[in-house]
């Protein structure tokens, strides 16, 4: 090989069979009551109107995740759901900038509890190689749009 080639090797997983294995594999009970609880704990913290904008950005992470899981056709109806849920968002946001009150509403307050209640399903039925994809193409969508970036039809919302 010469000095300056550009040609580098690809490393090799020397433990291939177990990463298949972890891949393939379902998430275990207690990472699903923690991700699902931590889902949960923000929706009743912004129902209760004590939410931060950390539970704001967990409620649009799993906006985010449910619509790449979506993606991978893992849902029925996905698309619609996700649709409704961004219309949540942004009317809360809307009334929100117009009047700073950060109550939501109660049928508000509902839809942001299906989305918690079908995260915790999601992280139940999804395998670790699906969850790891999804997390990879949220990562890089929100990485394009704070690059000014975004992808043709993506929506962005901004948490006031």
Known sequence: ????????????????VQLAI??????????????????????????ASRGSMDA????????????????????????EFVEAQQQNLVDVMD??????????????CAALRDLSALWAEALAEVTMRQLTAAEDRVRRKVAAVLRGKPAAGVRVLVAA
Request: aromatic share 4%.
């Open 1 to 16: 090989m010469k000095k300056r080639s550009s040609y580098r090797p690809k490393p090799v997983h020397l433990n291939a």
């Open 95 to 108: 009334r929100h900038k117009a009047t700073g009150s950060n109550v939501l509403r109660p049928v508000e």
């Open 22 to 47: 972890h891949g393939a594999s379902k998430l275990t009970a207690s990472e699903q009551l923690a991700k699902a609880a931590r889902v949960r704990c923000s929706v009743e913290d912004l129902c």
């Open 56 to 79: 704001w950005a967990d409620v649009f992470d799993t906006v985010n995740m449910i619509e790449a899981l979506a993606a991978e056709h893992l849902f029925k109806r996905a698309r």
